[in-house]
């Protein structure tokens, strides 16, 4: 079964727009989230889980229960930001999405 | 420090062969995690260790799917008789912990079958 969706496979802005990667998840229980980041020519890495409710590289991420989202929010996008972007899902094993390709417009 | 290394890179191999595909992790990870990325998907989930125990093996498609990791530290994802769907990056993550949240991705191995 489908946990984690991200609806948008690619998403471009202009540089200093705000950029939302959506992603929604279907957990019954505490879901725990994570967001993933390839940069091109690098490996998947962390970016932020939203236990620790930071922000990295400017990137923030609410847990909304009641519309089981986890959307990747910036004010003010980057071209550094350009990259895939996973939202992923733990309950025992991880499972990610299909990913969104973020392109910044210079 | 090295991170989390896979060889070979790239891997072509004729429909039927066998193939295997090995993983360094992390020094000192106990966890080990083991994804096949087909094309335009994301990372799915095929197998973890902790230590030397293969703990959950139940994203592995078929048992052409094999993985070991005798000694608690590489692991080998080998695959029997080649399938064309069998093409795909093949990841391996690593973390320190068994409850850590943080994995450490390896490069991949890029599974051709022809």
């Known amino acids: 079964a489908q946990r984690v969706t991200q609806p948008e496979k690619l998403l471009s802005v202009f540089k200093g727009a705000p950029v939302e990667l959506k992603c929604n998840y279907s957990?019954?229980?505490?879901?725990?989230l994570f967001w993933y980041v390839q940069y091109s020519r690098q490996r998947l890495q962390l970016l932020l889980r939203?236990?620790s409710r930071e922000s990295i590289k400017g990137f923030t991420a609410d847990l909304n229960k009641g519309e089981t989202s986890f959307h990747l929010k910036k004010p003010f996008a980057q071209e550094e930001d350009s990259a895939m972007y996973y939202c992923a899902l733990r309950r025992g094993q991880f499972y990610f999405g299909t990913g969104t390709s973020l392109t910044v417009i210079p | 420090g090295a991170g989390v290394s896979q060889s070979p890179r790239y891997k072509v191999a004729k429909r039927g062969q066998d193939v295997a595909l090995r993983c360094d992790p992390i020094s000192g990870h106990v966890s080990l995690f083991w994804y096949q990325q087909a094309l335009g998907q994301g990372p799915e989930f095929l197998t973890y260790?902790?230590?030397?125990?293969?703990?959950?093996k139940s994203g592995l498609p078929s048992d052409r799917f094999f993985a070991e990791r005798p000694e608690g530290s590489v692991s080998t994802l080998k695959i029997q008789r080649t399938q064309q769907e069998d093409s795909a990056v093949y990841l391996c993550a690593s973390s320190y912990g068994r409850l850590s949240y943080e994995q450490y991705f390896g490069p991949g191995t890029r599974l051709t079958v022809t």
């Open positions: 957990y019954s229980g505490s879901p725990e």
């Open positions: 260790f902790q230590n030397e125990a293969q703990l959950d």
């Open positions: 939203h236990i």
